[in-house]
């Protein structure tokens, strides 16, 4: 299908901004601040924007919502998510789920017919939007739903998917998908369903390649274009080895993955390469990816983004990452 994540044409840029931190992810962002981030990533080219029900409790949506009226509604790509509905409570706890100083909601999952299109309503009740470009499902994972997961899964792909379609239908979305960290279960749904695109979290990456042999080849054949969310595995990739506790998948990274990032650093290093640029330009060589989403808080590190994507990397930085068994022979590189 045609691309769904067009980059802006006087920039080309491939970077998209996630919406997490500006619901106040583990730390608070003010409004202005968040203004000012959404604003800036704006000014560079940035035409995508991902948000949640899920990030702060709808605090996201509603500031990405209120900074993007102003610009024309063609102008950009706007994604939000279903499977959480939010039910309002006065008793909540402002803190939640990694998020602080939330609005006084709570997440109820529901997949179902009535609660996916409550679900993408809502959303656009707090975006002040009349549509989404693309409503993806929500961690429908094990990790997630632990011993409930077949059966979400299976709600999925018979209730939610299917709403989806109609809503698809009504224009108040133009595409659908997943949004997940988990591999084997967009492979579960794409063996019965259908996928226009694919928010996916940390599974492609300079140090998890974990989509490669499988779902990558699979999303190029059908046509299903992916976001790619995560690649820095959380931080890890970011921050490197050597300042302090590195984390991968929002927890202390094992021993193996600190070994191996150590040893891409210190690749990184003899080609005076960033560890950060390396990690952003990756995947976007994969013809199954589209666009990175950056999970930025604030301007300076969207600007450290936009440089590291811009930094120049000779091809035998590549081959060296290869040759050291840190590249799949198989995973193609800028």
């Not at 996201?60 to 309002?88: C, I, N, T, W």
Request: glycine share 8%; proline share 6%; net charge negative.
């Amino acid at each position: 299908m045609p691309s769904i994540f067009p980059p802006c044409a006087a920039s080309q840029l491939r970077l998209g901004l996630g919406g997490a931190p500006l619901g106040n992810l583990f730390s608070a962002v003010t409004d202005d601040d968040a203004r000012a981030l959404v604003d800036a990533a704006w000014a560079s080219g940035c035409r995508s924007f991902d948000t949640a029900p899920h990030y702060g409790h709808g605090l996201s949506e509603r500031r990405l919502g209120d900074a993007l009226r102003r610009h024309p509604r063609d102008d950009f790509v706007l994604s939000s998510k279903v499977g959480r509905v939010l039910v309002p409570d006065a008793g909540a706890q402002r803190a939640q789920h990694g998020y602080v100083d939330i609005l006084p909601f709570r997440q109820v999952w529901d997949f179902s017919v009535a609660g996916t299109r409550c679900s993408v309503e809502d959303s656009l009740q707090r975006l002040g939007l009349s549509r989404l470009d693309v409503a993806y499902v929500h961690d429908p994972d094990a990790a997630t739903h632990g011993a409930r997961a077949p059966e979400v899964l299976r709600q999925v792909i018979d209730e939610t998917l299917p709403a989806l379609r109609q809503l698809k239908r009504e224009g108040l979305v133009r595409a659908i998908g997943l949004g997940t960290n988990d591999v084997d279960v967009v492979l579960q749904v794409l063996r019965e369903a259908d996928l226009d695109v694919l928010m996916l979290a940390g599974r492609y990456s300079l140090l998890d390649h974990s989509a490669l042999p499988e779902l990558l080849p699979q999303c190029v054949a059908r046509g299903v274009r992916i976001a790619l969310g995560g690649v820095f595995n959380s931080g890890i990739l970011a921050t490197g080895t050597r300042h302090g506790a590195a984390t991968f998948n929002y927890a202390p990274a094992a021993g193996a993955w600190v070994e191996r990032t150590a040893r891409i650093e210190a690749v990184c290093e003899a080609h005076g390469v960033p560890l950060r640029a390396a990690a952003l330009q990756f995947p976007l060589a994969h013809p199954a990816v589209e666009i990175v989403m950056l999970g930025a808080r604030q301007v300076a590190e969207w600007e450290d983004a936009l440089a590291m994507l811009q930094h120049r990397t000779q091809p035998g930085f590549w081959t060296a990452l290869r040759e050291q068994g840190l590249l799949p022979a198989e995973a193609p590189t800028p």
